[in-house]
C-alpha cells in the first residue's frame, strides 16, 4: 500500500515533468508554425494568403485555417491563441468590440480600435487599402465636374444617389450628405444594380464597396471623405499574443504596399479572370518585389 | 406581440401616407407590377393551354414545361433577366420573369380544363353539327372555367408574393421597406410591409375567387357540388 503510493507519486512527477517539457517543447516549435486565418470572403482570403506566402518567404512554416466565417466563430480562435494571424478591417472589427465607438476617421478609427482590442490581441500598422463604404461617380463625370472628394458635389444640382434601399436611412445616406458636406441628392434606392445604374447614367453617385472589383472594371472614380462620413475600415492584420512583434517585420511592409487600387486590382482578378487566392498572392508578391 | 403591435404602429403611422414612397404609393406599385404580369400571362397561356386541350397535340410536353418551370429560382430569373436586358429595360424585365412565373398555373388549369372534360360530351356536341369554334367557346371554355380561375388564383397568388423581390433591382412596391427594414434593423417596418403583402395576397385572391363564381356558368356551378357527384353514380348504376 505504502509502495503503490509512492509509485503513484512518482508517477505523478513524471507526468507533471513531461508536461513541463512538452510546454517548453511546444513554446519553442510554435516559433516555426504560424496560423494564419480569414473570412469566408474571397478578398479577405486574398491578404491571408499574402501574409501566408510572405511568412513561408522568411522560413516560418504557416497553417492556413481559411475561411473560418464570421467574426463570432473566428475572434474567440484569435483571442485563445489558436490562430496567429488574421485579416481585419478597422472599422467593422472597432464596432464589434465597440459598437458606440464615435470614430469614423482612418487614423482616429484605428487608435480607438488599439484600446478596444481585448488582452492578447494586437492590430499591425494599418493598410491605406480600405474595404468600406463609399462614393462613387464614373469616370467621365468625375472630369467634366472636377470631382475628387464628396465635397466637391456640393455645387451641382440634380444628382441622384443610388445604392441599397437601408441607404436611405443610413447616418451616411442622404442626410449626412448634406449634413457633412452640404450636397444636396434625391435618393434611387437601385439595390443589386447600383453599379449598374451608374454606369447606364441612371445615377449620379452609388454606394460601393471600395474594395468591389467592378470599380476597376467600370473605371469608376471613389471621391475621398476628408470629414469622415463613411466609418474608415482599412485593411490590418490582427497578430495574437506574442507574435506581434515579430510577425511585424514581416507583414508591415505588405501593409505599407497594399492600397486601395490595389486591393481592387486583386479583387478583380479573382472575380473576372477566376484565379485561385494562391496564384494572386504570389504573383502580387513578386511585383511587388517581395 | 411586441413586434406585432409594432407593425401595426409603423403601418398606421402618419408618415406612411405622405409623401415620396409612401405605402399607398408602393401598394399601387405592387399591384401594377401583379396585375400587368397576370393580364400579360393570361393573353399568352390561356389560348395556349386551350389550343393543346383542343386538340391534344404537345401535351407531352406542356406537362414537362410547365412541371419544370415551377421550379425556377424567380430571384435569379429577375437578375438574370435584368442582366440580358440591361438595367435600363430592367422594368420589363422584372415583368417577364413574373410573367413566366404566372404562365405555368394558367397553362396548366387551360390545359387540364378541357382534357377533363368527358370525351362523350364533346363528341355529343359535335355529332349535333355544332363546328369547332362552337366546341371550343360554347362547351369546352365553359367547362373547364373551374380549373382556369383554379390556376388563375395560384398565379395571381404566385405573382403577388413573388412581386416583392423587383426592389432588389431598384423597382420599389411593397419589397421596399421589406427589405429596407432588414439590414436597419427595423422589424417594425418589415413585418408591417409583409403584413400588407399578405392582405393584398388575400384580398386577390378573394376577389379571383368572386369572380370565378361570377364567371363560371350555371350549370358548371352545380356541376362541380356533391350533390351531382351522387347523380353521377346513380346514373353510373342505372347503366
Known amino acids: 500500500m505504502k509502495s503503490l503510493r509512492k509509485t503513484t507519486g512518482l508517477t505523478g512527477l513524471a507526468l507533471a515533468s513531461a508536461l513541463v517539457f512538452t510546454g517548453c517543447a511546444a513554446d519553442s516549435g510554435s516559433a516555426e508554425t504560424v496560423v494564419v486565418g480569414s473570412q469566408a470572403y474571397y478578398s479577405n482570403e486574398i491578404i491571408a494568403e499574402i501574409y501566408a506566402q510572405a511568412l513561408e518567404g522568411a522560413g516560418y512554416t504557416v497553417e492556413r485555417q481559411f475561411q473560418i466565417g464570421q467574426r463570432d466563430a473566428y475572434l474567440p480562435e484569435l483571442e485563445s491563441g489558436a490562430v496567429d494571424l488574421f485579416p481585419e478591417y478597422t472599422g467593422n472589427l472597432l464596432q464589434f468590440y465597440a459598437p458606440d465607438a464615435q470614430a469614423t476617421k482612418a487614423d482616429d478609427v484605428y487608435a480607438a480600435l488599439e484600446s478596444a482590442l481585448p488582452e492578447g490581441m494586437t492590430a499591425l500598422a494599418m493598410s491605406s487599402a480600405t474595404d468600406q463604404d463609399s462614393y462613387n461617380v464614373t469616370a467621365e463625370f468625375a472630369a467634366a465636374n472636377a470631382l475628387e472628394s464628396i465635397g466637391d458635389l456640393a455645387a451641382l444640382e440634380g444628382l441622384v444617389l443610388g445604392g441599397n434601399p437601408e441607404l436611405e436611412e443610413r447616418p451616411y445616406g442622404p442626410d449626412g450628405l448634406l449634413e457633412t458636406y452640404g450636397v444636396t441628392v434625391s435618393f434611387s434606392g437601385t439595390g443589386d444594380v447600383t453599379v449598374d445604374a451608374l454606369v447606364a447614367g441612371e445615377l449620379s453617385v452609388a454606394n460601393v464597396y471600395s474594395g468591389d472589383p467592378r470599380i476597376a472594371e467600370y473605371g469608376l472614380v471613389t471621391l475621398a471623405d476628408p470629414e469622415g462620413l463613411f466609418l474608415a475600415s482599412n485593411v490590418v492584420p490582427i497578430a495574437s499574443g506574442d507574435w506581434a512583434i515579430e510577425l511585424a517585420s514581416v507583414i508591415d511592409p505588405i501593409s505599407a504596399a497594399l492600397t486601395s487600387e490595389g486591393l481592387v486590382a486583386l479583387n478583380l482578378q479573382s472575380t473576372k479572370d477566376q484565379l485561385s487566392a494562391a496564384v494572386i498572392a504570389a504573383t502580387w508578391l513578386e511585383a511587388n518585389g517581395f | ?239
Not at chain 2, 399591384?31 to 404537345?58: C, R
Not at chain 2, 356558368?217 to 362541380?224: A, I
Open chain 2, 1 to 239: 406581440m411586441d413586434l406585432l403591435r409594432d407593425a401595426l404602429v409603423w403601418l398606421f403611422s402618419a408618415e406612411q401616407f405622405q409623401g415620396d414612397g409612401s405605402l399607398p404609393q408602393r401598394i399601387a406599385e405592387h399591384l401594377g407590377y401583379t396585375s400587368v404580369a397576370v393580364v400579360v400571362a393570361i393573353v399568352l397561356a390561356l389560348p395556349l393551354g386551350y389550343f393543346i386541350g383542343h386538340t391534344g397535340k404537345g401535351h407531352v410536353w406542356i406537362v414537362g414545361i410547365t412541371g419544370g418551370a415551377r421550379a425556377l429560382p424567380s430571384f435569379g430569373l429577375i437578375l438574370l433577366l435584368v442582366l440580358v436586358l440591361g438595367v435600363s429595360q430592367r422594368q420589363s424585365a422584372a415583368i417577364l420573369a413574373l410573367v413566366l412565373l404566372a404562365i405555368p398555373p394558367l397553362l396548366a388549369g387551360a390545359y387540364a380544363g378541357v382534357a377533363q372534360i368527358p370525351r362523350s360530351v364533346i363528341d355529343s356536341a359535335r355529332s349535333q353539327g355544332m363546328t369547332e369554334a362552337q366546341i371550343l367557346f360554347q362547351v369546352e371554355i365553359p367547362l373547364s372555367l373551374p380549373l382556369v380561375m383554379g390556376g388563375l388564383r395560384g398565379a395571381v397568388l404566385q405573382v403577388v408574393a413573388t412581386a416583392t423581390l423587383v426592389a432588389y433591382v431598384g423597382l420599389g412596391g411593397l419589397g421596399y421597406d421589406i427589405i429596407q427594414g432588414i439590414p436597419l434593423r427595423r422589424f417594425d417596418q418589415t413585418l408591417g410591409a409583409a403584413i400588407v403583402v399578405a392582405l393584398l395576397a388575400l384580398v386577390l385572391d378573394a376577389a379571383v375567387a368572386g369572380a370565378s363564381r361570377w364567371a363560371t356558368p350555371r350549370g358548371v356551378l352545380l356541376g362541380s357540388f356533391g350533390d351531382v357527384r351522387a347523380r353521377d353514380s346513380s346514373l353510373a348504376r342505372t347503366r
